[in-house]
């Protein structure tokens, strides 16, 4: 199915702290913005694919977050579990220019996930 | 020669890439335009990029000078230098200057490169602000430091920005560079790298403020100074905007060209209108816009093909590499290391030599390379990268550069050999230094092994003092013992690392962190050579543990290196919501409180209420957005957090005691209370729990306790490491004293020796049976000197740890943004 992504400004690279992860609220859940050490910018569904922990609280490192809850490592781009673990969390396109963060939102995408 | 009517060509931008568009063309077909040449600024070309050295005084000028006036002449150019091209009139093609001169063109070249952004914050249009793009720029630097100007602030850590503060402090300025993001040059180099760049020009007197948001510029007719927006200001003579470029495309706009950030071009450099090609910074090729000069030189050739009447050439984009040009500093920087499913880091420390090297795979291919301190590899590297090499052949050494395999490798310091650490020990040469503590090389070592029939680490290290001192080199030790034995070693003895991202185990990383005053993340991970880039979820809570504990008072805690719990100060549950618990002293509460606890429950209704093991009361199903409210209203009752999420001391446990009990010796609920006002806040490698009971019922099961204290009627006898849970331990006597205040003060030193020597997420119980009972009333009980010692240390280290996190949360708004969305759509 094709859809169109809307792109909506969430907020600044600098709300977020490095290495950390804040919340993005919608209709249909929650989702995680990172912000890495390196200061890249990754978006994934707050909702680890192990037992639906909230990733956004994890450590980060490099570019995989720890799930605070089971330790399961996931990968920020791609949303996948890494290692011996499978399963993926979703995630979302982000845009970032002059430090202001657009996170692209297939509104179905996030509906399905629910 | 035939005479032929030559086509009219207008270059508008006598930079880099207009100039070198030229060049390629007269290459091709010198004699095809009458060409006109517009420039705004007042020079023949020159180039740009070298307006670094001039402000650092490495150049002058005409140094840098790329084509002087008789270039022009020689070649037929009529040149403008100082006219601004104000119109373009497509339909008449005529373009006409800010001067009211027009000139006629059958094909226009746009080459306007790029504009510097100046954020609009207040006070940005004062005189004595500036940017950092043009000779006229330089001398407006220069004339402010040779003006007596005292202070510079940069604002902008990227290229630009380190360059200009370099070349202004060359000059004599106190600098401070002024960056948003955490990690200066972040486009460029990862966290790893820009630590170590920020090292180097802080070395060199440049102070560098990272997370930095400018507020305003302030000054009144001249800056004085820049406020940021958490309230700090920095004194500034001259303020040097360095935040980033736009294309400009002012002209292209106004003449009606399809302009979107930049104006666009086809794999041709042609514009929405055939007869107007564009080159350089100015342009967007396939959504990209640049900011380097390589892709310049590329476009420029394919632009000069199309003018000369060629077809079959096309610009098919750019991959770009960074060298900061900065006389002593060396990095590099290629590709993307934002990382990806099958992306995977090598990395390369050389703390000796202050080497840090990181290579990005994707698959097999070259996705990124970062390199501080040896950039010699970078050309190699970015080739690969360029060209989609397969490296899996060379993958094992790859980190190691081009010149691995022969004499490139040879010295010292190859601890981080990580990619292939046994083939880069056997290439050593004999002569080659193992040990740098006691002058150790690698010859007398194997000689050793081989002829006194060594098998294990300590043998080597008794024989021949290598990894005896500091242990530093003990992974290059066992890598020898392995090599010079081959199966016959078991390193199974050795003690397992800390975790993978290192091969040092916990006790080489403790002591080496107080032994070479480590007091940063990033600088343990430099200077033990540290595997990943930064860490894991293993190593980092454990650093952070580490240089609290060393370090009191000074190191400032790295929040992103805690699990969420100590980051939050609430116990994360299964559902994502938290739970609450305040501190209630010696397990005592009282009406007010218990008061202050209904009212909560109420107002946010919190669905579970429980008394928990360790006598206080747990509040659970709090929504996190909730917490710092929830602690408010607590802490307006007197309560303070109760620390039960934390690696720190949990609950003091109590009995009644004597002021109740009919069997009570002394006073433990008093005791208890005391201990715990003591102790409270301090953070510990694992939970803490402590109990007092009043006699030896003991009631408050204090001999299953970390510390335990039993009363009895002539005094105290104090337990040590028990524990409750899955394993359960009984508490092993470690002594019986008089009064209160011994209690206290080997309590204090009972725990200050347990933070400063167990391994992180070490209870008590595994840390005292691994070091022996023994060792511990050694410590504690026969030395007293060391035990006044430890107590001391532990004294100092409560001084900076004592403070309500709750207060700071609820009302202070530290780390305001851990509890609200960033944002909340639909
Ligand atoms: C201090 C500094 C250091 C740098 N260091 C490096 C480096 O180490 N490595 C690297 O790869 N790149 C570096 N760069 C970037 C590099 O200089 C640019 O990528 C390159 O100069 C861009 O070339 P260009 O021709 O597109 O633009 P420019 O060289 O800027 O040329 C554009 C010219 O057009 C003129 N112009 C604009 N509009 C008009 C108009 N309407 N009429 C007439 N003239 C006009 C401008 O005045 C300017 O002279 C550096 C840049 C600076 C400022
Ligand atoms: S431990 Fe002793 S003093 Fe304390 S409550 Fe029990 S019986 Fe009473
Ligand atoms: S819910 Fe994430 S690891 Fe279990």
Redesign the pocket.
Known sequence: MKEDITWIEVGRVADIPPAGARVVKTKHGDVAVFRTADDDVFAVRDRCPHAGGPLSQGIVHGARVTCPLHNWVIDLASGEATGPDEGCAGTFPVQVEDGLIRLGLRLGQLAAAS | MMARTRERLVV?????????TVEELLKRDPDRYDITV????P?V?Y??????PV?AGEKTFDQIVLNDRSWYERNGITL?TG????TIDREARTVT??GGRTVGYDRLLL??????FIIPVPGHGLPGVVT???MF??EAMLRKAADGGRHAVVIGGG??GL??ANGLAVNGMKVTVIHLMGTIMERQLDEAAGFLLQRELEDRGIDVMTNADTKAVLGDGHVTGVLLKDGREIPADLVVMAVG?RP?T??AKAAGLAVERGVVVDDHMATSDPAILA?????QHRGAT???????WEMARVCADQLAGRRDSAYAGSV?S????VTGIDVFSAGDFGGGKDCEDIVFRDAARGVYKRIVLKGDRIAGAVLYGDTKDGAWYFQMLREAENVAPLRETLIFGQGFGGQGFGGQGFGGAAANPKAAVAALSDGAEICGCNGVCKGAITRAIADKGLTTLDDVRSHTKASASCGSCTGLVEQLLELTLGDGYQAAAAAKPLCKCTHHPHDDVRRLIVAGELKSIPAVMQALEWKTANGCHVCRPALNYYLLAAWPGEYRDDYQSRFVNERVHANIQKDGTYSVVPRMWGGLTSAKELRAIADVVDKFAIPTVKVTGGQRIDLFGVKKEDLPAVWRDLNDAGMVSGHAYAKGLRTVKTCVGSEWCRFGTQDSTGMGVKLERMTWGTWTPHKVKLAVSGCPRNCAEATIKDFGVVAVDSGWELYVAGNGGMKVRECDFLTKVETEEQVLEYCGAFLQLYREEARYLDRTAPWVERVGLDYVKRRVVEDGEGRRALFARFQFSQMFSQTDPWEERASRGIDSHEFAPLATVG
């Not at chain 2, 180039?47 to 670094?52: A, E, F, G, H, V």
């Open positions: 508008v931008g006598n930079g880099m890439a207009g100039i070198r517009f420039g705004a600024e020079h070309n180039n740009r990029i070298m307006l670094s402000l403008l006219e601004k091209v104000e200057s800010v080459a306007t490169g790029s504009d510097p950092f793009r043009d720029d330089v290229l630009l360059e200009a470029i400009s002012g002209l080159v350089g910074e100015c342009v640049y900011g380097l000069v390589a892709p310049l770009t960074t060298k900061l040009k």
